[in-house]
């Protein structure tokens, strides 16, 4: 069964610092994974979706990485900034793409 | 663009109430799915579909009805509700057929089941 885990589960940074979100999964045997946002009493929505035959995926001061081998992704937001506070969920779908299993998130505060 | 669009934003039952989950996107995905989201255990697939007039189970289809009769609309209906129904309920689309594309989300529908 695959899990997958983010850690820290909460990070307070100050504005304007780099900061890197990380997510493991344990089934390597992935077809995608997709990083979400999630404000307070909102919905998700979509940041990046990396397939598993790429590497990193790039959206303005957001960078997004894979590491298949190593079950590992990792979000990096540049130069924070305090509407960045959010809930970052990444999400990974199995090799046959017919199941979707979510992390339960980091909550990130940036504080001025 | 209206994206996915889930009502009503807030309810609340008694124990044994039946109710319906309506979702509805304009985007003409094939692709439509009913999470729900609880503190510590993430968001956990309940029913979905790869196209009206299929529907399928998820990690946690006990309790919970669906049907897709069109592109459009993916209601959730719940039989008769308990307490440990009480969660947040988040519709999702996808354009293509199969779980693979980007995945679009409702704004929720929180219910509490008293």
């Known amino acids: 069964k695959q899990e997958v885990t983010q850690i820290p589960a909460a990070l307070s940074v100050p504005e304007g610092e780099n900061l890197v979100l990380n997510c493991s999964f344990t089934d390597s045997a992935i077809y995608n994974l997709q990083w979400f946002r999630q404000d307070p009493g909102k919905g998700l929505t979509s940041l990046l979706l990396i397939q598993s035959s790429q590497r990193e995926q790039t959206s303005g001061r957001l960078n997004a990485s894979l590491d298949k081998s190593s079950g590992r992704s990792t979000l990096y937001i540049a130069a924070s900034q305090p509407g960045d506070s959010a809930t970052y969920l990444c999400a990974v779908i199995d090799g046959t793409a017919s199941k979707l299993t979510f992390g339960t998130g980091t909550r990130l505060q940036v504080t001025l | 663009n209206a994206g996915v669009t889930q009502t009503p934003k807030f309810q609340v039952l008694k124990t044994g109430q039946s109710m319906t989950l309506q979702c509805a996107q304009d985007?003409?995905?094939?692709?439509m799915s009913w999470y729900r989201q609880d503190p510590g255990m993430g968001l956990r697939l309940i029913h979905y579909?790869?196209?009206?007039?299929?529907?399928d189970q998820g990690e946690v289809p006990n309790g919970y009805n669906v049907s897709r009769s069109t592109t459009e609309d993916f209601p959730l209906r719940l039989l008769s509700a308990a307490p440990s129904q009480t969660s947040v309920y988040f519709c999702a689309s996808s354009r293509t057929s199969g779980n693979t594309g980007e995945l679009f989300f409702g704004e929720g529908s929180r219910l509490t089941v008293l």
């Open positions: 579909s790869v196209g009206a007039g299929i529907t």
């Open positions: 985007m003409n995905h094939e692709y």
